[in-house]
C-alpha cells in the first residue's frame, strides 16, 4: 500500500562502531508520532548490527544489492537467502552505481528483482537519466525503458513488494537537486507508466520516492509534490541529525 518513505543509502560509508553509534542516536533522537516507514540500507557487514539493534524499534533494514543466483560459484557476492537468513527483507536494486561502476544491466536487474520476490523480499527499484538524456529530453525514454526491462514482466500482485525510487544521476552527491516540478513530473510519468501497464490501483499503490542530493533544507519542498512519497537520502543520511530533520520534513 502506498505510503510515505524514508530510506537512507549509506553506500560505503559507516564501520561496525559507526553503524551501532549512529543508530543508537537514530533510535534516541527519532520522533515516535511520524507516520513515515523508515529504512536505512548499511553495508553487508553491518547489516547484522543493524537488524538486532532496531529489532524492537519500526525501522527497517535493507541491503544495498544482491546476487541474482540462488548460490554457487559467485565469489564475493551475496544471496537472497543470506540476507533472509538474517532478517533483512528488504533490497535495494538498479542504484545507478551499480548500473555505472558494476554495469548491472537492466536483464541482469530483472533477474535481481525476480529472486528478491521470490524469496518474499521487498525491493527498492531504482531508476534515473543521466545529465545527457535530460539534456536530449530522452529522461522519459529512459526511465521508461528501465522499468519496462526489469520490472514489467512481472505480475500485478508482485506490485505489493516494489517501491520506486527515481534518482536523476546528475543530482546524486552533485549537490544539484532536481526541482520539485521536475521531480514531480518524473513520478507522475513513473505512475502513468505503471497504470498502462497494470492498472489504475496498482499505480496509485506503489510508493514513489526521489533521491539525489534530498538536504533537510529542500526536502519539505519535494515531498511536498503529490506524487513524491518520501526519498532515498544519500550523503545527508549519515548524519542523524540531518536524516532525521529530512524525517520530519515528510
Ligand atoms: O541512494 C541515494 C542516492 O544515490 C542519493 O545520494 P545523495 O543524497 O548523496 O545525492
Known sequence: MRHSIVAGNWKMHKNAQETTDFLNELIEKLPSDKEVEIIVAPSFTNLLI??????????????????QAE??????????????SIGTHIVLLGHSERRQYFK???????????????????????????????????YQNVVYYQLKDALFHLPKAAWENIVIAYEPVWAIGTGETATAEQAQEMHKFIREQIEYQY???TAESVSILYGGSVKPENAREIFSKPDVDGGLIGGAALHPDDFIAIINAV
Open 71 to 84: 548460490g554457487g560459484a559467485f565469489t564475493g557476492e551475496i544471496s537472497a537467502d543470506m540476507l533472509t
Open 199 to 201: 492498472d489504475r490501483d
Open 104 to 138: 548491472e544491466t537492466d536483464s541482469i536487474l530483472a533477474a535481481k528483482a525476480d529472486t528478491a520476490l521470490k524469496h518474499n523480499m521487498r525491493i527498492i527499484f531504482c531508476v534515473g537519466e543521466e545529465l545527457k538524456d535530460r539534456q536530449n529530453k530522452q
Open 50 to 67: 543493524a537488524a538486532k539493534h532496531l529489532e524492537h524499534t519500526n525501522i527497517g533494514v535493507a541491503a544495498q544489492n544482491m546476487h
